[in-house]
């Protein structure tokens, strides 16, 4: 009832400016390093320095001896407590990180012991002078190794290196291979990467003065699941831990996990009794936080003469590095790839397998996409190859193999909702047609142009069951909103979700004003704090408009009925017959009618005996929106534009194109915002980032003068265009989109510099090096449209 | 990502930044753009007890003579792309200064730093070697001058003593008619280059008189392509000429390989950069008065 339109939305659609981007321009916004208590000690943490080995001692004295008020801890300090991040499928073999390393250390950059200073200055001195001494292992520094028979194993108890190993199927994949014409096997590869928001981590604990409350401030995109986790692993109880991310400056999944710092930072504040704080800097950010990526796919497929796609099979293989993360586990990249390689395509027949192997790396975790720009890279490279073998225009092979009619429901049981696959491709081909010109004929003997395009899925506001599959701690999927009318008729909205980015202060600011009949302005949207929201997991998985928006447009809906109640008395009308606008509930063509909002709020709360017989008073609503079992599954089309140097192997990229389509769009601007800034992050993964370790596990590319990101020098205007398919099964046909611009760019680059070449791309980043290779292997051969 | 503790000071002058080095020996470095230093000092690579800021000394002086360029060791990199001089009569400057960082750095970054510096591709190092020039190294009551070729040892590496300052960049550019052409390739505008070729030609009518080409990513310091230098006097530096020395130039080279590019990726660009440099020096030469 409460999911209708209001009447003549005024403000979703709207391109009105975010709320909260003055104080976050005007250097008004506070982080946790803003954050100063009294008697604050700081931490500084001793990592290590090898991949692989057993510690033979941690030798103190220096430390003693030249810093005497200094604290240190060490693993035997803190014992058993670790992050557990294990999923009960069959095939997964469980393991822990320790908070502090005990008797071995995986990665570089493992937390080894934690030293305590007043100042964040000596702190770094002082734990220069904690000397490790460590006793080096065989170390596991890629997949072959990891995986090689004999190879030591990485955990006690452990078979082999593989956290997990699953497999997923549909259709009978034997007949499909039987019926085939071709059959086409391909392997992609998939860089290791870093996440990298502007502010790296950081985390403040302190216990209140009676002992009894512990508040944690942490740059966090879950506030809530980490109150959960500490409560769990620190033994306390839920109700005395209250967990507040203040302003974060981005996260990009890196920040949806709890981390051994959260739990070391909280541990040392109930041990020390001091308030403890842990800025992280951007060293250990590249070393010791997540990594991403770092993929292998080996695919086949059954092909018809005509370029249909019979079956599919793929062999997914993820390094996951060292540990498994809380709440997503090792399983969730390779997992993600396996559920979504099929994509918009009609495929009768998939198999895959899919693992992640423990190596002596930092552990991946969430990156914006989560295993997708992987998957569309292989799927879209893949569909790309089959045209060129069949010699079929890369659009038309896509075309025969589309989904058509909605909902449709895939090949390993999910259903789609509504998109437009087919439109987006036929809007891309016209947008790119003047490129597609200039790369038939190129102007000068030593450059090629070249034009690629990746069509792929983003499943989004996936609800429980999805999670429920997964068997990993993350368990659930819903969102909830708090939404609370002042006597003024100034509204707050305590959404449970944590905004780094994303806008949620002024898109749910718009949904509630439509059901309120106020301002964006009136309302004051707050988040990431677990003191004031409702339970909720967190800002991730492309969720946060459709499923906590859809919570705070319910739980505005909730009032809004309850204004109208009230108006509906006094103005003498029928319910149904009254709207709520420009500050004032009135009958509908009566204009005469009408009452003011701030009279209602202030009836429900202050004078309440002007309430209708029955009503009891408060304006206040809490609403919990769980996604639909599948998602709702948003589309999109990706089309860039290379230019190569034939003689240098420079690559750049001339335009980048999109086509998407979220639904009920609430903000352009926010939605373009969005669209770029992922755009941009995948056009890093396509050519530039790559996270690198030698054969000793050690990382050769710890700033961003050798992990080189994306700048704005080197990147075209990125266009974004709208297709607008509202979801049938989300409040308002909202979709989600924070992720998608970080999915197509690696396979749209990678389909752009085999147009340009004629040499297939397997791997990225596509490098001038890398792009040199390609060079080298050029043939002559036929040029395949885009 | 802080630096270990250090006392600063700020000089006066040359003679007192000198002074305060002489004092202070090895623990002191000097501080003039602090785009190279502070970065390594908050990566603990530095650890100077004593910083020396001569960022505010008045050494920023661009004289042009008649065959030589002199630089103040603090000239922004911005100035060799702005200062109009500098564009009339030797525009490779700027050209090369174009492909330092982004204008923030370039605003702070110092010729002097530079060079002191001696990253392996730093432009200004191969500008120096490139147009046979030399710095004035200015100790405590005295000053030598150290050839761009003998300065640079290896990476980050100069024959500049501890209690030694740059105080002055000097550069010889052709009397006669001449071009210059500066090209680099890296992965992102305003990296540190994979590989950078600077060329100047000189010619009379047709004919080559004289040519220079400085190649940066073949060693750990900019190098000199003498032999191919030598084949150029006297030639008409056709299409053909200039990929034979770009080839001759790129073949005597080592060049090495690392995450970025491999040594043979490495050798062909500076192949096919030198090549192209040598053209657009030469036909600049033709263009000029
Ligand atoms: C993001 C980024 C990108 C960059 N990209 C490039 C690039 O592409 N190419 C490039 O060439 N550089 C690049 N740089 C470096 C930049 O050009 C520096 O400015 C330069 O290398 C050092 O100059 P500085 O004045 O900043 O020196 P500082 O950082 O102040 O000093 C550097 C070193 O030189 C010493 N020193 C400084 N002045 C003198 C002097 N007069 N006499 C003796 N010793 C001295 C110092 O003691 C110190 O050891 C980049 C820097 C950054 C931050």
Redesign the pocket.
Known sequence: MTDRTPHQPRFVGARILRLEDPRLVSGQARHVDDLVLPGMLHLRLVRSQLAHATLASIDVSALHAGFPDALVFTGQDIGALGIRANSDLPSVQPCVQPILARERVRFVGEPVAAVLTTDSYSVEDAAETVFVDYDALPVLADIETALAPGAPAMFENWRGNLFIEQSRTGGDIAAARARARHVIRRTYRNQRQAGVPMECRGVIAALDPTGRILTVWSSTQIPHLMRTYLAQELNWQENRIHVIAPEVGGGFGVKGHVFAEDVLVAWLAIRTRRPIKWIEDRREHLIASIHAREHVHVLEAYVTAEGKILGLKADITVDVGAYSVWPFTAASDPGMVAKVLPGPYDIAAYEATYRAVATNKCPIGTYRGVGRPAAVFSQERLMNEIAIELGIDPITLRERNLIGQFPYTNILGYTYDKGSYAESLVKIRELVAPDVERARKPEKPHIRIGVGLALFLEQTAHGTPDFVRRRSPIETGYESAKVEMHPDATVSVDSGLQCHGQGHETTFAQLVADQLGILPADILVRHGNTVTSPYSVGTWGSRGITLGGGAAHRAAGIIRDKLIAIAAQHLQARPETIELADRQARVKGDPTRAIGVETLARWAQRNVENLPPGMEPGLIAISFVDGPPDGSYTNAVHAAVVEIDLSTGQIKLKRFVVVEDCGTIVNPMIVDGQVRGGVVQGIGSALWEHFVYDKDGQPLTTN??DYLLPSAPGLPDIEVHHIQTPSPVTPLGMKGLGEGGAIGPAAAIANAVENALGVPVQETPITPSRVWELIKKRKPIAAGGV | MKPSAFKYVRAGSVEHACALLAEHGEDA????????????MNLRL?R?SVL?D??RLA?ADIAIGTGSVRLG??T??RMLIEHLGLRRMAPVFGETAR????PT??N??????????A?P?????GLLVLLDGHVD?ASQGSVRQIQGRELFRGAFSTS?KPQ????ALHFRIPAGRWGGNFLEL?ERV????LAAVGAVVERDGEQVTGARIVLLGAESVPVRASAAEASLVGERLTESVAAQAGAAAAAAQRCYGDVRASAGYRRHLLSELTRRALLTAYARAGAAA
């Open positions: 961003f003068a | 470095r000097l501080l003039a753009g602090g785009q190279s230093l502070v970065a390594m530095a100077p020396i001569i960022g050494l060791a603090l922004r990199h492909y330092i960082a982004h750095i370039r702070h970054g110092t010729a002097g730093g530079s060079v002191a510096h990253d591709t730093a432009e200004i190092p190294a500049l030694e300052m740059i105080s890296a305003g990296d540190f280059a």
